[in-house]
């Protein structure tokens, strides 16, 4: 039996790391690696408190487990188009490196 | 009725021995869970700092794969089986392919440092840093967090098994359920459209 505080200090230091991924990298891929793991640290947190509301005996306790099953669904739709948005991005620039690609237009 | 009393004592000896038993088999079972839950948590954060640390695109994919599959550890501590093998299936499995399908693809190489990439060394760090410390020591402090978790064994039937998160997805969530198919299949055909050779390309080659 593990409190609730540990579940979440460690949710909270994925998703810093996520953060701090996001500013750090120069490169487009490992700068979306890092958002995949600001959402590895959400869905811990999604899981520990529905072990938390299982726990008191509320109404619903799984609903959190199903939040964490929405955001895996969002994920795997924004991996497909965001690599194919880093595809066509480097067709048109020859780079992955953010700091060459500062206009919007491709 | 002696015999009844030395059966009685004895019935009563053994509950005593039973009950030391629980107890010590409960101690032993928090303790176990303390373990995995540290040495998997470690290896969690090794491999988020190893994402940050690697120069390599291909080194930082693997890195968080070793994340994930830490955290399916993790989810199964907290009970919940279905999303543990979801992780495992969907996250460190296909989402993690595609990542390195296009790292592959793009033959991308190691990043190059810039002027932006320093500033943002010495401004993010220290204040991601800052923001942790203060998260957690909130997190650590307040009163509503101090809840112990675990898996016991009736908890176990009730929580976290697929038949009853489908229940629940398909009467509760059934309208989300619905449109995250939309969404799905949006993101499929915007993927195709996006990632397709231009026509003027195509008539080129």
């Known amino acids: ?106 | 009725m002696w015999n009844l009393v030395i059966e009685s004592q004895s019935a009563s000896l053994l509950g005593f021995k039973l009950q030391n038993y629980l107890i010590t088999k409960l101690r032993n079972s928090f303790m176990l869970h303390l373990i995995l839950f540290s040495v998997f948590g470690l290896i969690c954060v090794a491999g988020a700092v190893n994402l940050l640390l690697q120069r390599h695109p291909i080194n930082s994919a693997l890195s968080l794969v070793v994340v994930m599959g830490s955290l399916a550890v993790e989810y199964l501590l907290l009970g919940a089986e279905f999303v543990a093998a979801i992780q495992v299936i969907v996250y460190a499995g296909a989402i993690m392919v595609l990542f390195v399908f296009v790292i592959m693809l793009l033959n991308a190489g190691e990043e190059e440092h810039s002027q932006g990439s320093h500033v943002a060394w010495l401004l993010g760090i220290p204040g991601v840093l800052a923001v942790t410390v203060i998260i957690c020591w909130a997190l650590v402090r307040s009163e509503g967090t101090a809840v112990a978790l675990g898996v016991t064994p009736e908890a176990s039937k009730a929580f976290g098994n697929a038949a009853d998160i489908s229940q629940l997805l398909f009467h509760q969530f059934l309208l989300p359920f619905e449109v995250t198919s939309i969404l799905v299949l949006i993101a499929i055909m915007g993927a195709v459209v996006l990632a397709a050779r231009p026509e003027s390309d195509r008539r080129e080659g």
């Not at chain 1, 620039?93 to 491709?106: F, P, S």
């Open chain 1, 1 to 106: 039996m593990i409190p609730l505080s540990y579940y979440l200090v460690l949710s909270a230091i994925l998703f810093a790391c996520g953060v701090t991924g996001f500013l750090i990298k120069r490169n487009i891929i490992t700068i979306f690696m890092s958002i995949e793991l600001m959402l590895n640290g959400v869905n811990l947190s999604f899981v520990a408190f529905a072990a938390k509301w299982a726990l008191l005996g509320k109404s619903n306790p799984l609903s959190g487990q199903v939040f964490v099953f929405f955001v895996m669904v969002v994920a795997a739709a924004e991996a497909a188009v965001g690599l194919a948005i880093i595809i066509a991005v480097y067709r048109t620039r020859e780079t992955l490196n953010i700091d060459q690609v500062n206009l919007l237009k491709l």
